[in-house]
């Protein structure tokens, strides 16, 4: 592992120089299988997992065994680190959602990352921001937005956070899911993207056709989220 594979993770490209020189080798460039479980609710926290292509979902799971998805990681973020630095025991399960690679490191290594660079630390901070943000944000979007323009939100988001540009390698139950509805619902709503020739609706697979008139059709959280991150990842410089 060179200090150059590090850049393709939207955080470790934060790192200074000759941090990343140091700590390249000790990551590990891992697969991501579709389905992979990466860890379970409850588990022992021994690595964290840096993606640079793919998808990753967070499901929350209740006592009863019931899960739902709340969250989704890609090359902009790591799995598993707010664990790695507070209780060691995740909370949540993480699944790969869509096939790639991330950059793996063991949650001993991850803390004297955090520990040696001022740079990553604060880019961590402001990643946990993000998270909160977006936790909230999703929360008010379920609540006020209807299947429609929350599936197209959904879509350019994964497609952005997964480092993809026009087919998303998702099925009709995997955005069922990532939105809480049922899978009849999304193909419905599919269907009349299909039909103003915003997407392809292919098996196992949506291909974007027209980018602005999703961007349209999706709920004004897509721009809340869209300057929020911008506002988050490159704050006003103080005077």
Avoid at 75 to 82: E, M, N, R, S
Wanted: one cysteine or more; charged letters at 25%; glycine letters at 8%.
């Amino acid at each position: 592992m060179s200090a150059s594979d590090l850049e393709e993770n939207a955080l470790l490209e934060r790192l200074e120089d000759s941090t990343k020189v140091h700590f390249a080798p000790r990551f590990q460039r891992v697969r991501l299988n579709r389905g992979e479980v990466l860890h379970n609710q409850g588990q022992a926290v021994d690595r964290v997992f840096f993606p640079v292509t793919g998808l990753i979902a967070i499901h929350s799971e209740t006592l009863a065994g019931e899960s739902v998805q709340t969250g989704m990681v890609g090359c902009d973020g790591v799995v598993g680190a707010p664990e790695a630095v507070g209780s060691g025991q995740h909370l949540c399960k993480a699944v790969v959602l869509i096939p790639g690679a991330a950059l793996r490191l063991s949650a001993s290594g991850y803390r004297e990352l955090l520990d040696e660079s001022a740079a990553f630390r604060s880019a961590m901070g402001r990643f946990a921001e993000l998270q909160l943000l977006e936790a909230r944000q999703l929360m008010a979007c379920n609540a006020l937005h209807g299947v429609d323009s929350r599936l197209g939100r959904a879509i350019l988001e994964a497609l952005e956070r997964s480092c993809l540009k026009h087919v998303l390698p998702l099925t009709q139950e995997a955005l069922a899911q990532m939105l809480g509805a049922q899978r009849t619902t999304v193909a419905v709503s599919l269907s009349k993207f299909q039909r103003r020739g915003l997407i392809k609706n292919g098996r196992g697979a949506v291909e974007l056709r027209d980018a602005a008139g999703l961007e349209r059709a999706a709920c004004n959280c897509r721009k809340t989220l869209q300057f929020a991150r911008g506002e988050i990842r490159h704050p006003p410089i103080a005077v």
